[in-house]
């Protein structure tokens, strides 16, 4: 009885292994074709005013305590938000594609200023050149962006990018990017 039940176990064991085995090859195969096929077809849509909803509406950025964004590319205080998400432009505090606190390399000290920033239209080429360039790692959070605001969101967040030894920032005051390039290595 213990023969045979060794038995079983081996034959289950050694089956397992080889589907494993069999998947493993499989999804290997898999990426080495996605490699080799044409450049990814990205979503984004640039157009002025940076928008893919109803005129009367906007996205903002959502998370800032004291400022936000909108998809517009205005940046206020969050009291001076409109009830339909948009920043209130007769308040003389609030700004269009602000880089108040941006570096020229991109990276900024403050997250909504970063969105801002890189809602400007003269940032669609630098951002087309990323999304051509974007390693296969980041592909799929890429994909599913689907406007110049999205994508400004997305890459303004602090990323693997933004770190070095995966628990200190490469620089600790600017570290919400947009640009093409991570900040500078600072010496440990």
């Not at 080495?32 to 005013?49: D, R």
């Not at 205005?74 to 432009?89: F, W």
């Not at 390399?105 to 200023?113: D, R």
Request: net charge neutral.
């Amino acid at each position: 009885v213990l023969g045979v039940v060794f038995g079983l176990s081996l034959v289950y064991f050694l089956s397992s292994t080889f589907k494993q085995e069999e998947r493993t090859v499989r999804d290997r195969n898999l990426l080495q074709v996605q490699e080799h096929e044409q450049p990814i077809m990205w979503k984004v849509k640039f157009s002025s005013g940076n928008s893919s909803q109803l005129s009367n509406q906007c996205r903002n950025s959502v998370q800032g305590k004291l400022l936000i964004t909108d998809e517009l590319g205005y940046i206020c205080e969050r009291k001076d938000l409109l009830i339909n998400g948009c920043c209130n432009v007769n308040v003389p505090s609030t700004k269009l594609y602000s880089c108040d606190s941006c570096l020229p390399n991109g990276c900024c000290s403050v997250y909504e200023y970063c969105v801002s920033c890189c809602l400007q239209p003269s940032k669609q080429h630098l951002l087309e050149r990323f999304l051509n360039r974007a390693a296969i790692a980041f592909q799929n959070l890429f994909m599913a962006v689907e406007d110049h605001f999205e994508l400004c969101l997305a890459k303004c967040r602090t990323s693997s990018q933004s770190v070095q030894h995966e628990n200190t920032y490469r620089d600790p005051i600017a570290k919400y990017c947009y640009g093409e390039y991570p900040p500078e290595l600072l010496p440990v």
